[in-house]
């Protein structure tokens, strides 16, 4: 992937992010949402890497994660209509796997297995 191609993915994410809007305005009764991640990739040494992720009321309603592949293009795993479903049925947790979604057939793409946590507002 050239520097420009690069450049053109990294400023189509950010207008992503931006159009997806803030939580707050989504979501106005979620205070938090954590998602655990663990990623792997590499059929012959597969490498597992661990991230967490923490979303808040200020933070885009953009729940796209990336692929760690190295050659991956426009992959990544879209837990969008995970997390919606959850706080539509005021759900606290969850748990799943995704494949990565790219589009490069060749390549050998990871997968994630996911835990998600949300906290909802106080009813007062």
């Excluded at 597969?46 to 953009?62: D, M």
């Excluded at 479903?85 to 490069?104: A, F, H, P, Y």
């Amino acid at each position: 992937m050239t520097n420009s191609e690069k450049n053109a993915a990294r400023r189509e994410k950010t207008q992503q992010k931006l159009e997806s809007g803030l939580i707050s305005e989504h979501f106005p009764k979620v205070s938090s949402i954590v998602i655990d991640v663990t990623n792997s990739y590499g059929k012959i040494n597969p490498i597992t890497v661990s991230r967490i992720l923490n979303f808040w009321p200020n933070s885009y309603a953009y729940f796209n994660i990336e692929c760690l592949s190295k050659g991956c293009l426009n992959g990544g795993y879209d837990l969008d209509q995970v997390i919606t479903m959850m706080i539509r049925t005021r759900k606290k947790s969850g748990e799943g796997e995704l494949v990565c979604d790219g589009n490069n057939i060749s390549f050998d793409h990871s997968n994630i297995h996911y835990k998600i946590n949300i906290r909802y507002n106080k009813i007062s």
